[in-house]
């Protein structure tokens, strides 16, 4: 219910508005709309998931009695409480990266009677890492094609227990046998499969049942490129196949490999 609560207090077109101008950043999904994706998330297996489950809403009176079926109740400070402590939302972050949105996502929870702050501290990393209750903001660097891998960072064999480390993205610490099931059953099959893209949409409509985490944002990354010598560089008109210029990420070899001369002396 609190994972839900804290999903119904943000507002995405305020996000788009706020930080981006308009542009429609702000996501449902744990993976980016490259093309492939976005012909997934459009499939009507994933429509009637996303109708089911409202992923998107932003509801402060439902967030509000969710936490209060969860126990919690306002002090006097209009704050969620239980037993006469306030439930911590503080958000685990990174300036360098999350400067800009993180404040405004503290803000929102914030209004909806939630503790919240930021942590840029140098132990945000750690703390997720190692599974100490709370929120943090950090991406989930899976899928570029189609939905498994992004959906496969919360197969239960990938589940620390709290206070082991955790990595490779996989940081939920999320268990259940029932999405397990569904993505052995798809693993092996081409993405192209009717019976991938249903067992698909229904391991994604599980991560939207269970909140399992809060999508907030499409990540951008801001990388300029030098088009004078080299071109090909991955841009809007040049997806390049779901890569991207984050050099330090797996795709960084395929990046380079495709960029052709320019022809300029």
């Known amino acids: 219910r609190v994972r839900k609560a804290i999903s119904l207090a943000i507002d995405r077109d305020r996000i788009n508005e706020v ?24 499939s009507p297996a994933v429509k009637a998931e996303e109708e089911k489950y409202q992923p998107g809403k932003f509801d402060v009176a439902e967030s509000e009695k969710l936490m209060t079926e969860a126990g919690f109740s306002k002090n006097g400070d209009g704050l969620w409480a239980k037993d006469g402590k306030t439930f911590d939302a503080t958000i685990q972050a990174f300036e360098t990266i ?6 405004v996502l503290a803000e929102m929870l914030r209004q909806a009677g939630f503790d919240a702050n930021v942590n840029f501290g140098t132990d945000a990393f750690q703390n997720m890492v190692d599974g100490k209750p709370g929120l943090y903001l950090f991406g989930h660097g899976a899928s570029l094609y189609d939905a498994f891998e992004a959906l496969n960072l919360y ?15 996989r940081f939920s610490r999320y268990k259940n046998a029932e999405l397990d099931k569904i993505l052995d059953e798809i693993s092996p099959l081409d993405s192209n499969d009717p019976k991938f893209q249903e067992g698909a949409a229904k391991a994604l409509g599980i991560y939207w049942r269970d909140t ?11 990388i300029p490129y ?34 052709q001369p320019s022809g300029a002396p």
Do not use: E, M
Not at 20 to 39: E, M, R, S, W
Not at 98 to 103: F, L, N, S
Not at 212 to 222: A, E, G, T
């Open 155 to 169: 197969h239960g064999k990938y589940s620390s227990a709290t206070g082991v480390a955790g990595g490779a993205n």
């Open 212 to 222: 399992i985490d809060v999508p907030v944002i499409q990540w951008l990354h801001r």
């Open 98 to 103: 999350h400067g800009d949105i993180a404040p």
């Open 226 to 259: 030098n088009n004078h010598y080299w071109k090909g560089w991955p841009s809007a008109t040049n997806l390049a196949g779901g890569t991207n210029g984050a050099f330090w990420a797996h795709t960084g070899l395929l990046v380079i490999a495709a960029l």
């Open 19 to 42: 930080l981006y101008d308009g542009a429609k950043i702000a996501t449902i999904y744990p993976f980016p709309l490259y093309p492939n994706l976005q012909k997934f998330a459009d």
